[in-house]
């Protein structure tokens, strides 16, 4: 029971772990929303927003992938769900970047890119926090 | 953690690859007729930025039968400068805008950019320079006025001095002979300064005094400071000299940098820097006549109806009526002096205009850091421009000085500012 008790502390988020991985979903999904409503109206101030959100985004998701980097290297087997939930906050937080990158450009250059990369952000980042923070049911595959 | 190298690596060399194209062939983007690529940018757009070093013993280019001299350094940010009746010499001293940075790339680009620039206090005065006994050397050198607001544009009429700063055109009375002001200046009338991304006021006078025109820079790059923030910018205002009322005398001029009338016709010439981040020569900064009620295209399209993507809402009225400006100076050269040439300069440089260009950042291989020499046949440009004076780029990469104002000195002399070495030069005839 120990045992099994140690095991899945490691494969589970922490709070902070947690913290930071379930704040990635509010800034991406807030940077779409913005994203949106810069489509619509063509005020700028929605694609400073967005640019702001995925920012902040990108913080949050850089911690809580160290973190999982942390959990994967100490995990004994390097398969399974914290793999795959390592993979996810990876994939999220480099198209995060690019995405960020994509906000740089002035005004509606932006468009449609960003409105797109937002929206793939945002279900990659609801996507990976489902699988991190279920990872606890899964039964300690790490 | 092994999977996610390939990832890493992909995801470099997509931005890298992405990271701007060839440059073309610099003298198809000169001329009344340039070549237009398609445009284009990158994940990032391209940076090249100026590494700062000192001229030490060195001293810029300067053709065959000229040369050049350092008339006053140590200076707090020389833009550019007028020359009074009596040979005396004044620099407008100062940096300005006060933008907020909105987004991410703003607080990043502006670290990057700064360093590609002086680190000298704005000196927000006029500096006034004397070569009492015409050796060339300009031995007085007084503070005509200080406390100025970002002072740039001046212009100068029968006794009256005008002084363009970021905010407020402002006159001074002037006797001959001042070595500097004797009372504060009176303010002519408020100029828009909300924002001021950017701030430079260029100022020059009608030939009979009655009219003054102060180019007003747009307050973004493409209104991605919105375009609220763009009433009463990108444009050339006339003001009356008595009463300060004042019109839009010209529309869609992005940046009009520096202004200069034609001796003779009267006309009134402009340089205007374009908008960056379409690719390494679009779009080309440009010299052009400014005609009354003209529309030159910003935000909406560049070089006449190519639209520009980037501006919502977009406007075919206006890009219909866009005017395609004279002559392209080239994509990025940030030319920010103007004026025109006289018999006493000789040579090849009697009829035309200089043009300070102080330099490009967003272009892999760096262009301008020169003074360039357009010549002029029957009132207007005619053929390529000419080097005037060079070797502000060292060899190896660095930058020693940015040219910003050029003045031609009547009794044959051409005077350039350096905003990056504090220096004011002085290129005279040996021959």
């Known amino acids: 029971m120990t045992a099994i008790t140690h095991r899945s502390y490691r494969s589970r988020p922490g709070p902070l772990h947690a913290i930071l991985l379930a704040g990635t979903v509010p800034l991406f999904l807030g940077a779409l929303l913005s994203d949106i409503a810069y489509y619509r109206s063509y005020q700028i101030q929605w694609s400073n927003f967005a640019s702001w959100l995925i920012a902040g985004g990108l913080v949050f998701c850089g911690l809580a992938l160290l973190f999982a980097l942390a959990n994967l290297l100490r995990a004994k087997r390097k398969v399974g769900r914290p793999l795959l939930y390592y993979m996810l906050l990876l994939a999220t937080w480099v198209l995060g970047f690019i995405n960020a990158l994509e906000h740089a450009k002035d005004a509606w250059a932006i468009m449609p890119a960003s409105l797109v990369l937002s929206f793939i952000v945002t279900v990659l980042a609801c996507v990976t926090a489902w699988v991190g923070l279920t990872n606890l049911r899964s039964g300690g595959a790490a | ?431």
């Open chain 2, 1 to 431: 953690m092994k999977g996610s190298s390939p990832v890493i690596m992909m995801s470099l060399a997509l931005l890298l690859s992405a990271c701007g194209g060839e440059d073309q062939d610099i003298s198809q983007s000169l001329g009344p007729d340039p070549r237009l690529p398609e445009p284009q940018r990158g994940m990032l757009p391209s940076m090249k930025i100026a590494e700062p070093t000192s001229w030490g013993d060195q001293l810029p280019t300067v053709p065959q039968g000229y040369a050049v001299s350092a008339i006053a350094t140590d200076l707090q940010i020389p833009r550019q400068t007028l020359v009074l009746p009596n040979g005396d010499i004044l620099v407008a001293e100062g940096r300005g805008g006060n933008a907020a940075k909105l987004k991410p790339k703003d607080v990043i680009a502006g670290y990057i950019k700064a360093r590609g620039n002086t680190s000298v206090e704005s000196g927000n005065r006029l500096t006034l320079l004397r070569d009492a006994d015409g050796d060339g050397t300009y031995e007085v050198q007084t503070v005509f006025a200080e406390d100025l607001n970002a002072p740039y544009g001046l212009a100068f009429h029968d006794g009256n001095l005008y002084v363009a700063n970021q905010d407020a055109l402002v006159r001074f009375d002037y006797q001959e002979g001042q070595t500097e002001a004797s009372t504060p200046p009176t303010k002519i009338t408020d100029l828009p300064s909300a924002i001021n991304h950017h701030w430079t006021k260029a100022l020059t006078i009608s030939p009979d005094g009655r009219f003054l025109y102060v180019g007003i820079g747009s307050n973004s790059n493409i209104t991605e400071r919105g375009m609220e923030a763009e009433v009463d910018r990108a444009l050339v205002w006339q003001i009356d000299a008595e009463t300060g009322a004042h019109k839009p005398y010209a529309t869609g001029l992005r940046n009009p940098t520096a202004l200069a009338i034609q001796p003779g016709s009267g006309q009134l010439w402009a340089v205007v820097n374009e908008r960056d981040e379409l690719g390494e020569d679009l779009v080309p900064d440009y010299l052009t006549s400014v005609r009354e009620g003209g529309f030159y295209g910003w935000p909406y399209s560049y070089w006449g109806q190519n639209i520009d993507d980037r501006v919502r809402p977009q406007d075919p009225d206006k890009v219909a009526a866009a005017i395609t400006p004279d002559y392209a100076l080239g994509s990025h050269v940030a030319a920010l002096g103007l004026d025109f040439s006289t018999a006493s300069m000789g040579g090849q440089f009697t009829e035309g205009v200089f043009i300070g260009e102080h330099g490009s950042w967003n272009r892999k291989t760096p262009v301008g850091y020169k003074v360039t020499f357009v010549p002029f046949r029957n009132g207007s440009p005619d053929g390529p421009p000419i080097d005037f004076v060079t070797g502000f780029r060292t060899s190896d990469g660095k930058t020693r000085g940015r040219p910003v104002g050029v003045t031609v000195d009547p009794r044959g002399a051409l005077i350039v500012a350096d905003d990056l070495a504090n220096t004011v030069w002085r290129v005279t005839r040996t021959q």
